[in-house]
């Protein structure tokens, strides 16, 4: 099968099997895993903040930063598209008592300044504490998109304006700054606190990391241990993630450019329609003109053709090219995709 269903299903490298294997290890809940210190200082170096905590996924990174940014009873600003409020278990307010102001995702991933802005509760007895923004970059629901400094600078600005932290969800973030050329230390540095995956694009098996200023991650490691996060010979998994950083993200570039191919092959395909602009990463969303064809039928026709992905929504759906996945492959399902589209209005 070509799995297209995400980054997610990556297998680990020969040289991650290899370090695992070999991984100097201690008790990380002491401190004492040389490997996982390692990472940690790697991970805060590479985007240039002061100190870094290994978490087990990007849900948890999130959370734990979310939670040491926002007492509970306060606010955090984000997307009405962002992952952090529509597929993490609603774990901020579950679990920290934090109240979610959602605002408008624009369709480049974006948030407007003005609606930040309007957002931000006036100090009235009232209203909970407005105390975080959140930004997601890149942006998985607006098709994998980027946001470059340019964009975010407006929210920034706001944010500054009113004493707020802003968190950046960057999951991908290794593939923004791919896809626009730039450091990722550099597009990151108006981020107080950054959640990025070893396990997505970098093709590790385990594994998130957050950064931010060395008082901040103190507190983040304590939260990590509330929400059971705490481990201890981590350096096992944390052997492939550090190689995932060093090796894999050089050829993010590859990924990118089988998503071109293959969001340019399905433009051309009779019933698929797909908004080419907003294929800038190893993410392509897609969907069907005409008569109405279940997501169902349509995920189980690529199926049928031997091509794994997921519906994002009624008629919606999300192609992810990743570590694995070849010049070859996308060409083949390329081929499949005419099929598919008979099988699907077939019924």
Not at 160 to 169: P, V
Not at 286 to 308: H, K, N, T, Y
């Amino acid at each position: 099968m070509i799995d297209l269903r995400s980054d997610t299903v990556t297998l680990p490298t020969e040289a991650m099997r290899k370090a695992m294997y070999e991984a100097e290890i201690g008790d990380d809940v002491y401190g004492e895993d040389p490997t996982v210190n390692r990472l940690e200082r790697k991970a805060a170096e590479r985007l240039g903040k002061e100190a870094g905590l290994f978490v087990v996924s990007g849900t948890m990174g999130n959370l734990v930063s979310l939670l040491t940014h926002c007492g509970r009873g306060s606010e955090a600003i984000m997307g009405d598209q962002a992952h952090t409020f529509l597929y993490e278990a609603g774990g901020s307010s579950a679990l920290g008592g934090i109240h979610v102001h959602t605002v408008p995702n624009q369709p480049d991933g974006t948030l407007r300044a003005e609606d930040v802005e309007a957002a931000v509760r006036a100090d009235n007895v009232h209203f909970p504490r407005t105390a975080l923004v959140s930004l997601e970059n890149t942006h998985n629901r607006c098709g994998g998109v980027v946001l470059n400094p340019e964009q975010m600078a407006p929210v920034v600005d706001v944010v500054r304006q009113h004493g707020l932290a802003i968190h950046l969800d960057g999951a991908r973030i290794f593939n923004a700054a791919a896809a626009l050329g730039m450091d990722v230390g550099e597009l990151v540095a108006p981020a107080d606190s950054v959640q990025f995956c070893f396990s997505k694009g970098l093709a590790a098996p385990i594994g998130s990391a957050v950064v931010g200023s060395e008082a901040f991650i103190e507190e983040a490691r304590r939260n990590r241990k509330i929400v059971g996060g705490g481990m201890r010979q981590a350096g096992v998994i944390a052997a492939a993630a550090e190689v995932a950083m060093d090796t894999m993200v050089d050829r993010l570039a590859e990924d990118h450019a089988n998503a071109r191919i293959l969001a340019e092959g399905l433009a051309e395909v009779p019933g698929f329609v797909i908004d080419l602009h907003t294929v800038q990463t190893n993410i392509v969303i897609f969907g069907c003109d005409g008569p109405a064809i279940s997501s169902e039928r349509m995920v189980g026709a690529w199926r049928q053709e031997g091509v794994l992905l997921n519906a994002m929504g009624p008629g919606r759906f999300r192609a992810v090219t990743h570590y694995g996945i070849t010049r070859d492959d996308v060409d083949a399902a390329l081929l499949a995709a005419p099929r598919v589209m008979a099988l699907a209005k077939a019924g």
